[in-house]
């Protein structure tokens, strides 16, 4: 199973869910852009986070100096993104990959992060609730289904927000793989306690 992690925007906790679906599956994990902060990368992150020894962490194909837009921060290291350069790595065992920012992040003047998915992907959407937090999962779920592309389930992320989510999950039938807490701070305890709670809704879409 190859399960593609977007979110509805920027720093709403795609990294922290990586981690707790490859912990929860014990899968690999891949993160094929990396714009800024070469040193704490989202791969070293998930590598701290996680506690089997079973989850292999991929590097990067590419691995850019500025945190901005991928297409922009490749600008300034003067290189082009090339979405054919992109060969996702080869493993017997379940693959978490993870977007950067949204769907329409760009990676190149042509091509956005919703490019990057594959036909046999599987797509969590994370979702983090804040005004205006519904249009836009609404608007990406949408994207999604416009291009066949298969959703696999939504995670929510912060305090619980009841109307939201009802209202989220009526519209759209997508099944709530789980919720993630404002908690103070994310260690190895935390992410496998989540996955734990994850891995009953994720094992029944798989």
């Known amino acids: 199973m190859k399960i593609f992690v977007t979110g509805i925007s920027t720093n709403v906790g795609k990294t922290i869910v990586s981690a707790m679906l490859a912990e929860s599956l014990q899968a690999d994990y891949w993160k094929p ?3 800024g ?13 996680l506690s089997n020894t079973k989850t292999v962490i ?24 090339e979405k054919d350069n992109i060969i996702e790595p080869h493993t017997h065992n379940h693959l978490i990959i993870e977007g950067a920012g949204g769907l329409f992040v760009p990676i190149n003047d042509l091509e956005n992060v919703i490019d990057l998915i594959k036909p046999d992907y599987k797509v969590v959407i994370v979702s983090r609730h804040y005004l ?3 249009n836009h999962t609404l608007m990406t ?4 289904w416009s291009r066949n592309i298969n ?6 992320s912060g305090d619980e927000n009841v109307a939201t989510e009802k209202l989220i999950l009526e519209r759209t039938g997508l ?6 807490e404002e908690e103070p ?19 029944d879409t798989l």
Do not use: C
């Open 33 to 35: 852009i990396q714009a």
């Open 175 to 180: 099944k709530m793989i789980g919720r993630v």
């Open 132 to 134: 205006g937090s519904i």
């Open 141 to 144: 779920i949408e994207t999604l």
């Open 185 to 203: 701070f994310f260690d190895k305890r935390v992410i496998a306690e989540y996955a734990d709670n994850f891995r009953s809704n994720l094992t």
């Open 151 to 156: 959703i696999l389930g939504i995670v929510f």
């Open 58 to 81: 991929h590097p990067e194909r590419y691995r850019l100096s500025t945190p901005a837009s991928p297409h922009l921060a490749a600008e300034i290291d003067g290189v082009t993104i």
């Open 37 to 49: 902060d070469l040193a704490n990368s989202d791969s070293q992150t998930v590598r701290n986070l």
